[in-house]
């Protein structure tokens, strides 16, 4: 053994390090490894229990290069703000954009033909009206949200998943539709501004998490409408819908769907919808730096990049937060590499990142923890998985994904276990040997390595298994003693700022102003009812006043007072 190397692997490998407490994982083999990755320049998402390893590595990260970016759920206004709804908005305006471009590029060519065909006389108008059918029929322009969908989707559906409640899943699913068709109620969104006197998108800043669940509330309040003789109570949710949305936007899809629900199937689906919403809503500090992003996470993958996700080690509240940040990482690490194949021919990231995810087994379940560890490697994506046993694998996921993720582990660290099961198929991992017994004369098979030296293996000391090795125990250094330790730059507690107030959207504003329309024309209907003329100009009045409000008039204008 030469003190003066670090031995590393350096293929694209996964790995899983069993370390219950105390085991010192940290000193044996976080810390090394972060520096390891440091001293190559390959990017790391570190997930960060109490915030030590931040404080151990931040300052060389900086000094080396690196672009060092901090979510921090313990002190929000010492991190960068990052908001998982950035890249849904993101994508949805980009799509909005080019629609709107195309839109006026084909309204161009449309007044081209008509010019043409109004000029044109016999045979030549008649070719030219056929050539606008065709362009019509092909050109027509279409709004592509479907990468913001699926962006959407796979945030929702990783939030609300549980893969231990079989009896609840349809209510989780349910429950991420209704958050995915407030989302969109909020892109969808269009509003009148006095000062541009255009209809404009709602802020992008308005679109966060506090706002889906304000626009849930406020929307489940119930009002009382006329229609014709008929006054009924509804969700003031469904009357915006009606009011405001066609049957083909997503938002009406997605919230009729759960407004037409049964009260008690509805019942259920709000008990899931508010139990993960309520973790996440309750702190202001925390909402503050969620409402908006900082950073492109995608940048992980084109320039070393440094991210550490703090949370509290002894409370959860933040846990399926840090889950979510993972699963939406690695899902634009993925595109990325489809980026770069386009350009290079190779799907594979420009910077290799690894994922140190420490305290993995007391995390929600990834939902593509699969495709993570199925597909990421080739694209030079690692993952290095700190569990305090292997039982906590199958208490997550499942029996079936525990030996996915433990078949494409070529790499098992084991520091140190208390579980008896897990030490017993640790044994049975390293594999067999003959040992001569004299009393028998004969060789009998036994472990290469016993339950009794797992159990009494000494601080430092490591049991490796690699693929298509042999396993051996190896003495691990502690962190201080390595040569890179000695002339480290230590942390430097940098400036905390003031966070924005969170902006919310405001259902309520919108009720109140399609009220005050639906108010005045009902004062004036029964003095208009003997002049058709005058009622005529009326209406029109309050149809330009609806527009400004961005409202869609529909028949029947009787909203009563809320009871």
């Given at each position: ?158 939030f609300f998943y549980d893969p231990k409640a079989h009896n609840e899943a349809h209510f989780n699913d349910q429950a991420s539709s209704l958050f995915q068709g407030i989302v969109f109620l909020l892109l969808e969104e269009k509003s009148y501004n006095p000062e541009s006197k255009k209809r ?364």
């Open positions: 053994m030469k003190w003066n190397r670090l031995y590393v692997d350096a293929g694209d490998n996964h790995a899983i390090i069993n370390a219950s407490s105390n085991a010192g994982k940290t000193v044996s083999f976080v810390n090394p490894m972060i520096d390891a990755l440091r001293m190559t320049g390959e990017s790391m998402i570190i997930n960060d229990p109490k915030g030590e390893l931040l404080y151990e590595h931040k300052e060389q990260l900086l000094s080396d290069g690196y672009d060092v970016r901090v979510i921090n759920y313990i002190h929000p206004e010492e991190g960068d703000r990052y908001s998982p709804l950035s890249i849904v908005i993101d994508s949805y305006r980009k799509a909005e954009k080019e629609y709107l471009e195309s839109k006026e590029e084909y309204t161009t060519k449309i007044k081209e033909y008509l010019d043409k065909i109004n000029a044109a006389e016999g045979l030549q108008k008649q070719r030219l009206e056929n050539e606008l059918l065709e362009y019509k029929k092909y050109y027509a322009p279409e709004f592509d949200y479907s990468k913001a969908a699926m962006f959407l989707r796979e945030l929702a559906d990783q404009e998108p709602v802020p992008d800043e308005e679109i966060n998490f506090k706002s889906v669940m304000e626009t849930y509330r406020s929307g489940m309040e119930t009002v009382m409408v006329k229609a014709g003789a008929t006054v009924m109570k509804v969700p003031k949710l469904k009357f915006l819908l009606e009011k405001k949305r066609k049957k083909t936007d997503e938002s009406y899809k997605k919230l009729m769907a759960f407004l037409s629900t049964g009260d008690k199937e509805r019942g259920s689906i709000v008990t899931s919808f508010e139990n993960k919403m309520k973790d996440v809503t309750l702190n202001e500090t925390v909402l503050r730096m969620m409402a908006k992003s900082d950073f492109d996470v995608a940048d992980i993958g084109r320039k070393k990049t440094a991210l550490f996700i703090v949370v509290h080690g002894e409370k959860d509240t933040y846990y399926r937060l840090v889950s979510l940040i993972i699963n939406q990482t690695f899902q634009l690490l993925m595109q990325l590499t489809e980026e770069q194949q386009k350009k290079t021919g190779k799907k594979r990231l420009p910077v290799p990142c690894n994922l140190i995810f420490d305290e993995f087994g007391n995390f929600p379940a990834l939902k593509n923890i699969k495709g993570i560890l199925t597909f990421s490697r080739s694209a030079g994506f690692r993952s290095f998985m700190v569990v305090q046993d292997l039982h906590q694998f199958s208490e997550i996921y499942g029996r079936d994904v525990e030996s996915i993720i433990e078949n494409n582990s070529a790499n098992f660290i084991y520091l140190y276990g208390k579980d008896m099961d897990t030490i017993k198929r640790i044994s049975a991992m390293s594999g067999k040997k003959l040992v001569w017994k004299s009393d028998k004369g004969s060789y009998e098979e036994a472990p290469v390595i016993s339950t009794d030296q797992l159990q009494q293996l000494s601080m430092g000391d490591a049991v490796i298994i690699s693929a298509r090795k042999k396993a051996y125990i190896f003495r691990m250094r502690n962190y201080k003693k390595y040569s890179f330790y000695k002339n480290k730059k230590k942390y430097v507690p940098g400036e905390t700022r003031r966070l924005r107030n969170v902006r919310v959207y405001n259902v309520q504003e919108h009720y109140d102003a399609d009220q005050k329309i639906n108010d005045a024309f009902d004062s004036k209907k029964d003095l208009l009812s003997g002049d058709p003329q005058l009622s005529a100009e009326l209406k029109t009045g309050v149809e330009q006043l609806q527009e400004k409000q961005s409202l869609i008039p529909t028949a029947g204008f009787g909203l009563g007072a809320a009871k």
